[in-house]
């Protein structure tokens, strides 16, 4: 069997002493103590002992000493003299416990770069009824000059049927005597029953909440903390920054309010919608899919800030010095969450050179992992990471560790950054998010494996692309066409808000549905946000990732009532070339741009008529679509006896957005695997999620005998032939417990 760039065989025995495996496993190493030099050197060499070479000092709560100060540097550069020493590489947490952005507070302290957020009052006022607000310009700031002309505070809707109203009529001259101000009031009396909505622009006060809530949106923001931060990094270790330092770690970013906002917004939203906020800014929140496009065009521009002002910027940073960029963010598990805490979760992984994810407590199933490296897949990045174990308890398992670890990589996963490595437990510290799987944890002497497993899975897994068939769309359009946000929710709620449009809530939910089931009956997908479109082409039936060259046969599109006519386009293209297209749940009705509505429609309408796409009704059907899947696509891999589908206990959330998500409660029964393509090489990747072994018997083509890799026990042998015929192999593969296996095959 030939091997890789990354993992021949003998680096697949012998792991731990491959360099280019020392990234698999970058621990964060909580310094939550008054930090000695001799303690930092045990600690360092035990986890070179471990093969754990390579990991990511953290400032975390307990610290005690100044951060980023001299004596901070001192403890950097300690570490950077053994890693160089040693021939190890390291990365950096740039922040002191987190969010980031804000460098221990420093950033905030000047609020205006802190996080500002829209409020809304709404008045219901009966028709007959005098009613007086204050009005200003929207913004705030002394009125006067272009008054008239200025966007206000206010905004006037018909009750019955929710149109605007003009102000027109409702404002009178105010004189302030001996004073040349021009101002108006503000009276409303109609016939009529009307809603009156009060719009302001809020910050919170550095001490109740403002401390860690930067402004994402604001490249000033980013740029001050890059200084702080980045750049002092940079003055005190330049020949160490992209050579020893291999990655920047930026650590659960979120908005901190449900509509986020910065002076730069309505500018930016002239230049990418073509008309100006801030005359309607209430249809963030009222009903309805004529205010909904307006929330579509709303989220739009914010993620579009988001990526460019903060992650963009410290990406471009990075990569400048030679050096990776990795994040994750909050609320990563569903629609919801996505929406609420970044405006587009997945459209922040392009502007990573490493995507990254979160995962609290020991359950798994979720598909928060699969989000990111799907968006990883889409935009053409690799060496995903996922900050794993934080909440597991002091009860962790190593069964549980291994079964947590052979999960992610089996989600596309490449790099495992354990929460954490403690520096110390003494007194509180052993209650920070537990437990420590460093050598205070139970099962401390058997890391060496586990990391040794760690290493195989990450050489398996890294140099080639996933192999899927299937795209399957993410509709996040549609959910803000819906998506009413919640004011006074922010975050560290584990049961936040709840979605009341209906609509959005079963987007949210069949989503999970869909997914979750395609999983089970082990379909894999790649989720496609529309952002990528420019990605991709049709060709020859096939939708081509140009950055990757990997070919997906199959695209389903559910419940996209909006879809960017570019996308449109796209799929257009591909179904009449032959590809393979399923609709479910509806058609799409609307570009992201109103003039694109009709040729949007036509495009699907004309496509369903014509007989290129098939359609199911209802987006959560898992079942129906897998038939499909398998009628005229199926995988190359057929399992005719054993287990052979892997039940997930927990397909989908509750209709609210949960902040944060703990998983303790999830989990899978069953074998899992995926395909993986490097070259002429071709591995299927399994994971028993079982407490037994499971004997599987699976016909597969190769142009050689099949070999099974037992990334567990580093053993890698040829299969078990129960027959053979024209370069399909019928293989008896038995899999152990909660590990990897992989079977090796050729590409005719």
């Not at 795209?471 to 819906?482: A, G, Q």
Request: hydrophobic residues 35%; contains cysteine.
């Amino acid at each position: 069997m030939k091997g890789s760039d990354y993992m021949n065989k003998q680096d697949f025995l012998n792991p731990q002493a491959c360099r280019g495996l020392d990234e698999a496993q970058s621990p964060f190493w909580f310094w939550n103590d008054k930090l000695e030099d001799e303690e930092i050197l045990r600690q360092l060499k035990l986890m070179t002992d471990a093969g754990v070479t390579c990991s990511t000092p953290h400032a975390r709560s307990g610290y005690i000493g100044d951060y980023m100060t001299e004596d901070w540097f001192s403890h950097i550069q300690k570490v950077i003299d053994y890693k160089k020493e040693h021939g190890e590489p390291m990365w950096l947490y740039d922040e002191f416990n987190w969010p980031a952005g804000i460098c221990n507070g420093e950033v905030t302290k000047d609020e205006h770069l802190r996080e500002r957020y829209l409020y809304f009052t709404r008045y219901d006022v009966p028709a007959n009824t005098r009613f007086r607000a204050h009005l200003h310009p929207f913004g705030g700031g002394r009125p006067g000059g272009n008054f008239d002309a200025a966007p206000k505070n206010i905004f006037c809707y018909d009750a019955e049927t929710m149109e605007q109203l003009s102000l027109d009529g409702m404002l009178t001259p105010m004189v302030i005597k001996n004073m040349d101000i021009p101002m108006k009031e503000f009276e409303l009396l109609r016939d009529r029953d009307t809603v009156v909505y009060q719009v302001q622009i809020l910050m919170d006060p550095y001490d109740e909440g403002g401390r860690g809530q930067p402004n994402y949106l604001k490249a000033e923001a980013t740029d001050t903390f890059i200084h702080l931060t980045y750049d002092r990094y940079q003055e005190r270790f330049p020949d160490d920054i992209g050579t020893t330092i291999k990655a920047f770690f930026n650590d659960e970013t979120r908005f901190a309010h449900s509509f986020p906002w910065a002076d730069g917004l309505p500018q930016k939203f002239i230049e990418m919608k073509g008309y100006d906020i801030r005359t309607c800014l209430p249809d963030l929140v009222i009903p309805g899919d004529k205010a909904g496009r307006t929330r579509c065009d709303y989220y739009d521009v914010v993620a579009q800030m988001y990526k460019e002002n903060y992650h963009g910027r410290l990406r471009d940073w990075c990569e400048s010095h030679g050096m990776d960029y990795t994040a994750h963010l909050l609320g990563e598990e569903a629609l919801g969450g996505h929406t609420r805490y970044s405006a587009d979760f997945m459209r922040q992984v392009d502007a990573m050179t490493r995507p990254g994810v979160d995962h609290l407590g020991k359950g798994i199933g979720s598909l928060n992992i699969k989000f990111a490296t799907s968006a990883g897949e889409c935009y053409g990045k690799d060496g995903a990471q996922v900050e794993v174990f934080a909440g597991c308890g002091w009860d962790l398992s190593f069964e549980e560790y291994l079964r947590m670890v052979s999960w992610m990589y089996l989600q596309g996963i490449k790099t495992i950054v354990n929460h954490g490595f403690f520096y110390s437990i003494r007194d509180e510290r052993a209650k920070d998010w537990p437990p420590s799987e460093f050598f205070q944890w139970s099962h401390w002497d058997k890391m060496p494996q586990a990391n040794a497993m760690t290493r195989r899975m990450y050489g398996l897994l890294t140099g080639g692309r996933q192999e899927a068939d299937l795209l399957v769309y993410h509709p996040i359009e549609t959910f803000w066409l819906h998506y009413l946000g919640k004011e006074g929710y922010l975050t560290m709620y584990q049961r936040g808000p709840l979605l009341e449009d209906k609509r959005a809530a079963r987007i949210d939910r069949d989503e999970q549905l869909l997914l979750t089931g395609l999983q089970e009956r082990n379909v894999d997908f790649v989720s496609f946000p529309s952002d990528a479109t420019r990605n991709f082409k049709a060709e020859g039936g096939k939708l081509v990732n140009t950055v990757t060259g990997a070919r997906y046969s199959v695209f389903v599109l559910p419940m996209a009532e909006v879809i960017p006519l570019e996308t449109a386009k796209l799929l257009d293209a591909f179904a009449r070339q032959g590809g393979l297209l399923c609709l479910m749940d509806c058609l799409p009705v609307y570009g992201m741009r109103k003039e694109d509505d009709q040729q949007v429609a036509a495009i699907f309408e004309a496509l369903k008529n014509e007989g290129k796409l098939c359609f199911i009704d209802s987006a959560a059907d898992a079942e129906r679509l897998t038939t499909w899947v398998n009628a005229v696509c199926p995988s190359p891999l057929t399992i005719t006896s054993g287990m052979s589908t892997c039940k997930n206990n927990h397909p989908c959330y509750p209709e609210w957005i949960i902040d944060p998500v703990m998983h303790n409660d999830e989990d899978l029964s069953g074998v899992a695997y995926i395909r993986y393509r490097k070259g002429s090489l071709r591995e299927y990747f399994f994971v028993n999620f079982t407490a037994e072994p499971q004997t599987l018997t699976v016909k597969v083509p190769s142009a050689a005998v099949p070999e099974v890799w037992d990334t567990f026990a580093g053993t890698a042998e040829k299969a078990e032939v129960l027959s053979e015929r024209d370069g399909v192999y019928e293989l008896r593969v038995t899999l152990q417990p909660n590990v990897g296996t992989a079977l090796m095959t050729e590409v005719k």
